[in-house]
């Protein structure tokens, strides 16, 4: 921040010369000139004279009324420039004091009204402090961001979802409406606004909880927040197959062997359960559809895992060989959690409207990142061609340094 001021001082300073210089200038060349001038004339005045008396056209005595006339007239044009000179004379400084003194306060002024003085000091934080320390800092910071940009939906959604890790569901579902009215309906952004409405309600959906859900699923049938959501609310209602149902679609789009699978599926045995005690018939079982996915066992080699801590990242992401970088599909792990078994899906899509089909060659790439930051891996493990929906499952070890893997 000091520098930014250091400059903006330097920038009034020439603002003010800028202004002072070319008054202050104006004001002793137009002294100079009219004097100057007015001597000029008179002492033209007296070689004109001097030859119309040579020439006999004029006697000395009237030679010298005139020129007496010609002093007293310049004697009373200088008085008369310096009255005009002596308010300006006593104006003038005090202008330019007053005019050195305004612009600042002005350029000031305009920056504070107009500029973004709030944005330059958060920007400045977050190049200090990239990462929020606690859920606390991380709520004041996007709280500050939506007052400097208020247009920014992401920002918007990230506060949203802040609130509801702080359990504050009332704030939450203001941010995440504010979202939606700038990004427009995103599956996961109607997913977390009823979620929100949810807690907000005593964990009931209301009329816009259930509408927002439903238009989710429509745009996204595997939103995995909708799901789950919904399977809560049939569950607390006593229709455990429609439970079933909605923790099913959820579970195909989990990594099996999970602790989030492992909830789900007890989740839909206690339905079951419950349906049984109740002597109801049970619904049928929805199997993962696998053509349309990928199956991973990813693991570390004991060498690179003796290197690591167990909260280091790994990415598991799959691209297309013959397109652009960006992976199509993606997972993040901690190092704690391997190995593990993970699905890549659709559901894990790294942009809208990914859809992975049946027989599709991809590249499988895993990459350790101790900084947690994807382009900044260690290592990886890379396989170079896998077929979307074929069953026998891929395996992919963590074993190679970055810069030496093709």
Do not use: C
């Not at 989990?254 to 109801?280: F, K, N, T, V």
């Not at 290197?307 to 599909?329: H, I, W």
Request: cysteine-free.
């Amino acid at each position: 921040m000091t520098d930014f001021w250091l400059l903006s001082v330097l920038l009034l300073v020439l603002g003010v010369a800028a202004v002072i210089w070319p008054l202050w200038r104006h004001r002793q060349h137009k002294r100079v000139d009219r004097t100057a001038l007015n001597v000029a004339l008179y002492q033209e005045r007296i070689v004109e004279l001097d030859a119309q008396v040579a020439a006999g056209d004029l006697s000395a005595q009237q030679r010298d009324e005139t020129l007496e006339e010609a002093s007293r007239l310049l004697l009373e044009d200088t008085a008369r420039a310096d009255g005009d000179e002596r308010p300006t004379r006593r104006g003038g400084p005090w202008m330019l004091i007053i005019s050195a003194g305004l612009l600042p306060v002005i350029v000031v002024g305009l920056y504070f009204a107009w500029g973004n003085p709030a944005g330059l000091t958060l920007y400045r934080e977050m190049q200090t402090s990239p990462q929020p320390e606690s859920l606390e800092a991380m709520i004041d910071r996007m709280e500050r961001i939506t007052e400097v940009q208020p247009e920014n939906g992401e920002a918007w959604y990230m506060l949203g979802r802040a609130y509801l890790s702080a359990q504050q569901p009332d704030r939450a579902v203001e941010a995440l409406g504010q979202s939606l009215e700038r990004l427009g309906e995103r599956p996961e952004v109607l997913a977390q606004l009823a979620q929100a409405r949810y807690f907000a309600a005593g964990n009931q959906l209301d009329s816009a909880a259930v509408a927002a859900l439903d238009k989710a699923l429509e745009l996204e049938p595997r939103e995995p927040t909708a799901l789950g959501l919904l399977g809560i609310a049939a569950f607390e209602s006593g229709d455990y197959p429609a439970a079933i149902e909605y923790w099913s679609r959820l579970l195909a789009g989990m990594p099996p062997g999970g602790q989030g699978a492992l909830a789900i599926q007890g989740g839909i045995d206690r339905a079951r359960e419950r349906i049984a005690a109740a002597g109801g018939e049970q619904p049928a079982q929805v199997e993962p559809d696998s053509s349309e996915s990928i199956s991973v066992r990813l693991e570390l080699s004991d060498e690179v895992a003796a290197q690591v801590g167990g909260d280091a990242v790994v990415f598991v992401f799959a691209r297309d060989p013959a397109g652009p970088p960006m992976p199509l599909v993606a997972r993040r792990f901690t190092v704690a959690e391997l190995p593990v078994d993970v699905v890549l899906s659709a559901a894990d899509a790294m942009l809208p409207d990914v859809e992975l089909s049946e027989g599709q060659v991809l590249q499988l790439t895993a990459r350790l990142s101790p900084s947690g930051d994807a382009l900044q891996g260690t290592h990886q493990g890379q396989v170079s061609e896998v077929e979307v929906g074929d069953p026998q499952q891929v395996m992919l070890v963590i074993d190679q340094p970055v810069s030496a893997t093709p």
